[in-house]
């Protein structure tokens, strides 16, 4: 049984430091993770969520639907198929968080980012340091800065000295991701950016 995160206790307080905009967490329970959740079974796991899970809580929830206000997030290899959703359905998946991550577990992601084309999602990547898959987050941070995503802006890595490979450890650092994704200022700022590039020049 692996320790709780803290999540609603995270939200929670970032929600009333106003440092975020409200969310809703989706919390999905895998029976066999080392199927799901790597190539070539997360392709099943990933339509599953896309065409299933998905629809039912914008069907229940008053939620923003769109990828901007949308992400996918997990820890080790979660957030292995945490990136593939988010390269595979980037029209979905707008925010993708991987803590942790053994990115290039059976399926090398690294070489997809750095070989296929520009996808319109924000990556966040940490890891801990050393020996907490911290060589293949470094790696995938530097595939993204090399494809032209913008640091800050479209993507954030951080490696956490000593840090180790446990929900506890994951869950300290739950805010950083949340912030990035889902903060306040960011928001108004992408939604400024989004407004500005819809006006039509003046002739």
């Not at 430091?17 to 080392?34: D, E």
């Not at 969520?49 to 080790?76: A, C, H, L, N, W």
Request: with cysteine; net charge neutral.
């Amino acid at each position: 049984m692996g320790q709780d995160w803290g999540i609603s206790e995270k939200v929670a307080l970032l929600d009333e430091m106003n440092a975020i905009q409200q969310m809703i967490v989706v919390g999905i329970y895998s029976a066999n993770r080392m199927l799901e959740y790597t190539s070539p079974g997360y392709a099943n796991y990933g339509r599953s969520v896309v065409e299933e899970v998905k629809p039912y809580i914008d069907s229940q929830f008053r939620t923003r639907p769109g990828p901007q206000t949308t992400g996918v997030m997990g820890s080790s290899l979660g957030g292995v198929v945490s990136f593939y959703m988010g390269w595979q359905w980037p029209q979905v998946f707008g925010n993708v968080g991987c803590l942790s991550s053994t990115i290039t577990h059976k399926d090398n992601l690294v070489e997809r980012v750095l070989q296929e084309e520009h996808r319109n999602v924000r990556f966040y990547i940490d890891s801990g340091w050393p020996g907490d898959n911290y060589e293949v987050g470094l790696s995938m941070a530097m595939a993204l800065a090399e494809r032209g995503y913008r640091y800050g802006l479209d993507f954030m890595y951080f490696a956490f000295p000593n840090a180790k490979h446990s929900e506890k450890d994951w869950g300290q650092r739950l805010h950083v991701p949340f912030q990035f994704f889902a903060g306040r200022p960011a928001v108004v700022s992408r939604m400024k950016d989004a407004w500005a590039a819809s006006k039509s020049p003046v002739c």
